[in-house]
């Protein structure tokens, strides 16, 4: 074992505070963890929510990539050529009319040019294109935090499923204790002869099967504990107390705050820009051109020399009438519009009724509690009763550990009735998007 010097400690508490900043925070054993605490190490952590910074870096680069259709385009051009005939000049002079002769040109021409051309109006093409990315952008972002809103849901089934599982299990350790404290009873029974050997047969039976149930109950625990570790990317040790969330429900009035209503708009939007975009098609775009170049022939066709030049000019294109291609680009937009509309109508019904199954979910869990409560009582009385028919011999051990097991099976109804009741809530407040 290495010793840790006393002058080294300063360092090393230096270094675990850096660590605890760079890691993420680890819940210890004696600490409890919260249903609010796992849907922030969720969202913090889950690797999906990465994408939010790399669909901004990406949107930053197309939007570079746009503004660079305002700058110069530059292009270098070459080319050789062998023809079959060339341009050549036939007239007849009148006799003793001293006139130059004129050179042949040569059959193989040579070119090479610097073109540059820019961009005086492009119909506010890119300005279009640049908001289109803009709700691109936004549409993709909101789809990341739609799916990492759906992350909650999980985290409920996780941590619930514990819950539930702790309870049973300390229901199963209290009948345990209770078979025990029978079968102490039992054994000395039969060490005075006033007991069968069967007996404690029966309740050492009972013992192995809460065993086997509590071993079985113990690793379900134990493996959603690993799951609620992964999903939140915190590691959570397994004897790490949940604790109970206390849900208060709004007012019944409906009141839709999903995101996918959010992402409904963004796309709406989207394609209600790009039928305005439609129109650029129609709009005249002016350019400005450049040319140098050195070759043979140059701007003078009629010279055979090797020589540079230059021209400089300014373009206009626009197509007036394009077949009415622009009219059905609209109406397959309006129809890409109406199939959006009739999206979120869909969706915002099947809210509603998904809405209507919670809060009648949450009514009938709470009328079952009330008779849950009326069940216990009822049922303990019986198992008391039943103890003492088993001393007295009236009845055997069986009925005595049905009879416990009836009651036992009653508080779990009640504890699961509980959690059920708060999930129900949640399932509410996750079905409006409140959650």
């Not at 949107?59 to 110069?72: C, E, G, S």
């Not at 915190?234 to 206390?246: A, F, M």
Request: net charge positive; charged share 25%.
């Amino acid at each position: 074992m290495k010793i840790i010097k006393t002058g080294n400690i300063t360092n090393l508490r230096f270094a675990a505070a850096v660590l605890s900043l760079l890691l993420p925070f680890t819940v210890q054993a004696q600490d409890s963890i919260t249903l609010d605490y796992c849907y922030k190490q969720a969202e913090l952590y889950y690797p999906l929510r990465q994408q939010l910074d790399m669909l901004g870096n990406s949107n930053t680069l197309k939007v570079k990539n746009l503004n660079k259709n305002y700058l110069p385009q530059v292009n270098v051009n070459g080319s050789a050529s062998l023809q079959s005939d060339v341009t050549t000049v036939s007239i007849d002079f009148p006799k003793g009319l001293s006139v130059p002769i004129m050179p042949a040109l040569s059959k193989d021409w040579y070119k090479l040019t610097l073109d540059v051309n820019q961009v005086i109006y492009d119909g506010q093409v890119t300005r279009y294109q640049k908001q289109v990315e803009t709700f691109n952008l936004q549409a993709d972002q909101k789809g990341v935090e739609i799916e990492l809103y759906k992350l909650k849901d999980r985290i409920n089934q996780i941590f619930f499923s514990i819950i539930l599982l702790k309870e049973n299990e300390s229901l199963l350790i209290s009948n345990k204790e209770r078979i025990e404290a029978k079968l102490t009873e039992v054994r000395s029974g039969i060490r005075n002869g006033a007991a069968l050997e069967m007996n404690a047969d029966l309740l050492n039976a009972e013992m192995v099967r809460l065993d086997q149930q509590l071993t079985e109950t113990r690793m379900d625990r134990s493996a959603s504990y690993k799951m609620l570790s992964e999903l939140i990317s915190t590691p959570v040790p397994e004897t790490t107390p949940v604790v109970v969330p206390r849900v208060t429900l709004p007012g019944t009035i409906f009141e839709d705050k999903r995101l996918e209503n959010e992402l409904f708009t963004i796309q709406r939007s989207k394609v209600d820009l790009m039928r305005s975009m439609v129109t650029t098609k129609w709009n005249p775009k002016i350019y400005a051109y450049g040319q140098a170049g050195y070759g043979r022939p140059n701007l003078n066709m009629l010279d055979d020399n090797f020589k540079p030049w230059w021209l400089f000019g300014a373009k206009l294109t626009w197509a007036p009438w394009n077949w009415n291609q622009n009219k059905n680009d609209k109406q397959v937009l309006a129809i890409q519009n109406d199939m959006l509309r009739s999206q979120q109508e869909t969706f915002n019904k099947n809210l509603k009724i998904s809405s209507q199954k919670d809060l009648s979910e949450v009514m009938k869990l709470t009328e079952l509690l009330l008779q849950d409560e009326q069940i216990i009582v009822l049922r303990k009385k019986i198992t008391r009763t039943a103890s003492s028919q088993m001393d007295n011999g009236v009845i055997s051990p069986s009925d005595y550990i049905a009879r416990l097991n009836e009651e036992t099976l009653s508080e779990l109804n009640l504890e699961i009735h509980k959690i059920q009741l708060i999930k129900a809530k949640l399932s509410y407040l996750y079905t409006l998007g409140k959650l």
